[in-house]
């Protein structure tokens, strides 16, 4: 039996902004997603188990029978048969994922089956390759190019995020490992502002934020790094400055006064440019009634997005049965490694 967990990850600040120059900031958190792999004494091929449900696939990872909920990790699999991977017998694989959307559920899982199948191999990867894998999973389940952040932070633990561009170049971003503490006896809660409606879709709110900012061009493209104007830059130094708050209090001398206080500014900043909804403000306005130091959305936002609130660890339990009461749903998101740390 091979049993991998991987973490998930929480962005603390940076959401929107990043795009256009500005810093981010993500930390891997618990709970973690798992994925099983074992073998029977059946005819080579690969049964995979997503969340109860159950699929048959052959040996070179073509559906035989089930209902696919996630045909993501099923590509993954065939990714690993093409590198070589060939059922000696029949190869079980359990895959358990319950968190929330913007919680990078599918880099998680992503990262905890390649690790799986990698080890099923006998084959230690470069970690290139690692990333390669997940980033792979998030391109086909976010419909884009994702930046690599929640493949980075799910792996190697908190990272930093900055996109770069020269001009007559395309985009890069680059990644830089940091050691981020949350101040001594705090924890954060996340929670789900959903409450079973309908979520946005990222990219209709980076659409949004960018009409927010006046950074659609004239043919509606939302405009590269080297097209904004000094005064588009002007909005942007809010979401410099807020950054660079939250990031001096993330150690565990830090001051938990400070970092709720600049998170509430950063979320601030977020709702005036249209990232916020009607349930993350409630979902806030709970959190902020029951004592966190702060609270803020966190991810894209919009309806159904994600709220961050930092609180004493003797309040956790109490501020996540207010939320229930209200139908949301939340948990206890403790700082963790990266999978592969």
């Given at each position: 039996?091979?049993?991998?967990?991987?973490?998930?990850?929480?962005?603390?600040?940076?959401?929107?902004?990043?795009?256009?120059?500005?810093?981010?900031?993500?930390?891997?958190?618990?709970?973690?997603?798992?994925?099983?792999?074992?073998?029977?004494?059946?005819?080579?091929?690969?049964?995979?188990?997503?969340?109860?449900?159950?699929?048959?696939?052959?040996?070179?990872?073509?559906?035989?029978?089930?209902?696919?909920?996630?045909?993501?990790?099923?590509?993954?699999?065939?990714?690993?048969?093409?590198?070589?991977?060939?059922?000696?017998?029949?190869?079980?694989?359990?895959?358990?994922?319950?968190?929330?959307?913007?919680?990078?559920?599918?880099?998680?899982?992503?990262?905890?089956?390649?690790?799986?199948?990698?080890?099923?191999?006998?084959?230690?990867?470069?970690?290139?390759?690692?990333?390669?894998?997940?980033?792979?999973?998030?391109?086909?389940?976010?419909?884009?190019?994702?930046?690599?952040?929640?493949?980075?932070?799910?792996?190697?633990?908190?990272t930093q995020l900055t996109k770069t561009?020269?001009?007559?170049?395309?985009?890069?971003?680059?990644?830089?490992?940091?050691?981020?503490k949350l101040p001594q006896d705090t924890?954060?809660?996340?929670?789900?502002?959903?409450?079973?409606?309908?979520?946005?879709?990222?990219?209709?709110?980076?659409?949004?934020?960018?009409?927010?900012?006046?950074?659609?061009?004239?043919?509606?493209?939302?405009?590269?790094?080297?097209?904004?104007?000094?005064?588009?830059?002007?909005?942007?130094?809010?979401?410099?400055?807020?950054?660079?708050?939250?990031?001096?209090?993330?150690?565990?001398?830090?001051?938990?006064?400070?970092?709720?206080?600049?998170?509430?500014?950063?979320?601030?900043?977020?709702?005036?440019?249209?990232?916020?909804?009607?349930?993350?403000?409630?979902?806030?306005?709970?959190?902020?009634?029951?004592?966190?130091?702060?609270?803020?959305?966190?991810?894209?936002?919009?309806?159904?997005?994600?709220?961050?609130?930092?609180?004493?660890?003797?309040?956790?339990?109490?501020?996540?049965?207010?939320?229930?009461?209200?139908?949301?749903?939340?948990?206890?998101?403790?700082?963790?490694?990266?999978?592969?740390?």
């Open positions: 039996m091979i049993d991998v967990k991987a973490p998930c990850k929480v962005i603390l600040t940076g959401e929107h902004a990043v795009v256009y120059g500005c810093q981010a900031l993500a930390i891997s958190i618990e709970p973690f997603n798992t994925v099983k792999l074992s073998e029977t004494n059946a005819e080579p091929g690969f049964e995979m188990k997503q969340n109860g449900k159950l699929i048959s696939l052959d040996a070179t990872g073509n559906v035989k029978s089930g209902e696919i909920t996630w045909p993501v990790f099923c590509d993954l699999l065939k990714r690993f048969i093409q590198k070589g991977l060939k059922p000696r017998k029949k190869t079980v694989i359990e895959l358990e994922s319950n968190v929330p959307k913007g919680m990078g559920a599918s880099s998680s899982v992503a990262a905890a089956l390649a690790i799986a199948l990698y080890k099923h191999m006998k084959v230690t990867p470069t970690r290139e390759e690692l990333f390669q894998d997940v980033q792979f999973v998030d391109t086909s389940a976010h419909g884009g190019a994702p930046s690599g952040i929640d493949a980075m932070t799910v792996l190697f633990g908190p561009q020269k001009a007559g170049e395309n985009a890069k971003w680059d990644f830089q490992h940091v050691d981020v924890t954060l809660i996340v929670i789900d502002s959903s409450r079973g409606g309908k979520r946005s879709l990222t990219g209709e709110v980076v659409r949004t934020v960018a009409e927010h900012l006046e950074f659609l061009k004239n043919d509606g493209t939302i405009k590269q790094i080297t097209e904004l104007t000094d005064n588009d830059k002007q909005k942007l130094k809010p979401f410099r400055k807020i950054f660079q708050k939250i990031v001096s209090e993330l150690k565990t001398n830090g001051n938990p006064d400070a970092l709720g206080k600049a998170m509430n500014e950063n979320h601030e900043l977020l709702k005036s440019i249209g990232a916020s909804s009607n349930e993350i403000e409630k979902a806030k306005e709970i959190a902020l009634q029951n004592n966190a130091y702060g609270a803020k959305l966190t991810g894209a936002g919009g309806n159904g997005g994600a709220v961050i609130a930092l609180v004493n660890k003797n309040n956790t339990t109490k501020l996540i049965e207010e939320l229930k009461k209200n139908r949301f749903n939340a948990f206890e998101a403790k700082p963790t490694k990266g999978a592969m740390q």
